[in-house]
């Protein structure tokens, strides 16, 4: 490769170890091999990531799945159009409680076993209890409002019967503060993705409860936001960076990497956090607290399962949480700009010189998958799901009136 | 209520860049400047304060937080928008590129808050320059002690004057197309490898 790269490309991410996939094109050569030179930002906020995409320092940036939705609905206070032709991973997210909320739920028959259901009866009951001796809710944290965490979060609470506008609150932390806020009492509860709860774990101050691969199977969390102006005047450099991208991935889900793949996000530059606490996102063995420890199946997938495919479908159910928690109106305009937001088409021409496995379709019911599954798709040995919710509900991108109208009447059965 | 001036509130880790700020404020007639440099309790602190322009530097890791709490809490009776006007790009640009932030409450009129957002993005490049300058003068004094090493080292071990060892390092450095203090560093670096400790 010559000194002169082809394409230029500066892009932001957060220490966050779902920016590996970014992280590792930039680090080991993937980028360099499809004509790239890569320069990567470590940023510190999110609001940060999203200014310097709309002025144009970042041409594309390691995302939260809903922010992309959230600027192009005009909901932050800064934005440019941008798009997602990329996803960085399924799952990686835990819910984790202080010490005396899990002795609550204990009382109302939780068990260390992760069931979404169990776990939200037991916790239910405990603020129903909470409630009666006249305390203040609980206070949960999510690392911000348009995230994928605030909505599984709210999604697990409503369909476990717990309001999450009332009889919780909801407030925002930074991700590296949440395991101290936790021990600290400033809050008895946060989802976020690891290590933070393992951190918390580790320290005997928090229990996992629940995480996000239970709530909804195989379920987007971070993707690659790019500034659209950009990616129309540079269509060959972003085919180029998926295709650096894709190969990233690969070599990120195979497991004979994963030592050295946890050593480049140890470094300071990076994620900065020594290998050892990378261990749980990587294999999917957590520790949930009290010596407690289970095996989670697809618990974090940076390439499995399609998992870099920016399914319109992923998409459209953030949309309708966004609508569900009243961020935005539904109205056939935005719906229209959430619609437009994941671009596929963007994904599949990129990746077809490849010869590589490819969805047919840009969007797929979620939650009809009870089992993993071979689908039709150009090449070989595409393998989909499972994909449920923990309540057993289906989003049909096509029914999305539906889909509203039932959350919106009936979700929250007491 | 008609209010004659406008409550600022700076929130700053930086403590030394947060006087800057607040000086320059109150030296452009500014005397409602509140300067916080902790955001634990930030939303009562907001309550009290009612800032009708909020700065804050981009590195704060609690940014969104903040902007979740302008836009949701009850602290908050106004609602709190970014920058003094979206359209205005350039004042945006000129902000981010300073390092700095800038949230003001609905309805401001925009040549009043215009200035205060200028004033703090001149001062935040003033700061950088001047921690810039300050880092730089810090490499000139460490370069400096090498050099000497290096001097001492050369002196000692080809019976040099100084005036000969640093004629050598010179000469060295542009023979090779290489900073003095570089070669400098090398030969430092290389007689810790070789040699029993020269100086110590």
């Known amino acids: ?414 | 209520m008609v209010r004659s001036s406008l409550a600022v509130l700076v929130i700053d880790e930086n403590r030394i860049r947060a006087a800057i700020i607040e000086a320059g404020l109150r030296e452009a007639g500014h005397e409602r400047v509140t300067v916080v440099h902790d955001v634990t309790g930030i939303a009562r602190r907001i309550a009290e304060i009612e800032p009708d322009v909020i700065v804050i530097d981009l590195e704060n890791p609690n940014r969104d937080m903040l902007e979740n709490m302008f836009q949701l809490s009850r602290a908050v009776k106004r609602p709190i928008a970014m920058f003094v006007d979206r359209s205005d790009q350039a004042s945006i640009e000129a902000a981010v590129d300073a390092g700095v932030s800038a949230y003001v409450v609905d309805g401001l009129r925009q040549e009043r808050v215009k200035p205060i957002l200028d004033m703090a993005v001149s001062r935040f490049n003033a700061f950088s320059r001047m921690a810039r300058e300050l880092e730089e003068v810090r490499g000139e004094l460490e370069n400096r002690k090498v050099i000497d090493r290096a001097k001492g080292i050369l002196m000692k071990s080809r019976g040099l004057t100084e005036e000969a060892a640093y004629t050598l390092l010179r000469k060295t450095a542009m023979n090779q197309n290489r900073k003095i203090s570089d070669i400098a560093h090398s030969l430092v670096t290389a007689a810790g490898l070789l040699g029993p400790s020269e100086d110590e």
């Open chain 1, 1 to 414: 490769m010559s000194m002169d790269a082809e394409h230029q490309i500066t892009a932001g991410f957060m220490p966050l170890f779902d920016s590996a996939v970014l992280v590792a094109a930039g680090e080991l050569g993937f980028a360099t091999r499809e004509g790239i030179d890569l320069t990567l930002h470590r940023e510190t906020s999110w609001a940060n990531i999203r200014d310097r995409i709309a002025i144009g320092h970042f041409h594309l940036a390691h995302m939260l799945g809903p922010m992309p939705l959230a600027c192009n609905l005009g909901l932050t206070p800064l934005a440019s159009e941008t798009i997602v032709p990329f996803s960085l991973g399924l799952g990686g997210n835990c819910v984790t409680i202080s010490n005396a909320v899990w002795a609550g739920m204990v009382a109302h028959g939780a068990a260390p076993d992760l069931d979404p259901a169990r776990a939200g009866t037991a916790l239910r009951a405990f603020i129903r209890e909470r409630a009666g001796a006249g305390h203040d809710p609980l206070r949960f944290a999510v690392v911000h409002p348009h995230s994928g965490h605030n909505y599984e979060l709210r999604y697990w609470l409503a369909g476990c019967g717990i309001d999450p506008e009332r009889e919780i609150e909801i407030v925002i932390v930074p991700p590296p503060f949440m395991a101290d806020a936790l021990a600290a009492g400033r809050i008895d509860g946060y989802c976020v993705g690891e290590p933070w709860n393992s951190a918390s774990v580790a320290a005997g101050t928090g229990h996992i409860v629940t995480v996000k691969a239970l709530l909804w199977r195989n379920s987007p969390e971070k993707v690659i936001g790019v500034r659209k102006a950009w990616a129309e005047q540079s269509p060959e450099a972003l085919a180029a960076l998926l295709r650096a991208l894709h190969h990233s991935a690969r070599w990120c889900q195979d497991p004979a990497n994963h030592a050295e793949l946890a050593g480049v996000m140890a470094q300071a530059g990076f994620l900065g956090l020594p290998p050892a606490v990378q261990m749980p996102i990587l294999t999917g063995h957590l520790q949930l607290g009290g010596g407690a420890e289970l095996d989670v199946d697809d618990f974090f997938l940076p390439f499995d399962k399609a998992a870099n495919f920016p399914w319109k479908s992923h998409a459209l159910w953030f949309y309708t949480q966004m609508v569900r928690w009243g961020h935005v109106a539904h109205t056939p305009e935005n719906l229209a700009i959430a619609r437009d937001c994941y671009r596929p088409d963007l994904y599949r021409s990129a990746l077809k010189p490849l010869g590589v496995a490819l969805p047919g379709a840009n969007a797929k019911v979620e939650g009809a998958l009870k089992i993993a599954t071979a689908v039709g798709a150009t090449g070989a040995g595409l393998v989909l799901g499972p994909d449920g919710f923990f309540d057993g509900q289906i989003f049909d991108p096509d029914e999305i009136d539906a889909y509203i109208a039932s959350q919106k009447s009936g979700l929250i059965r007491a």
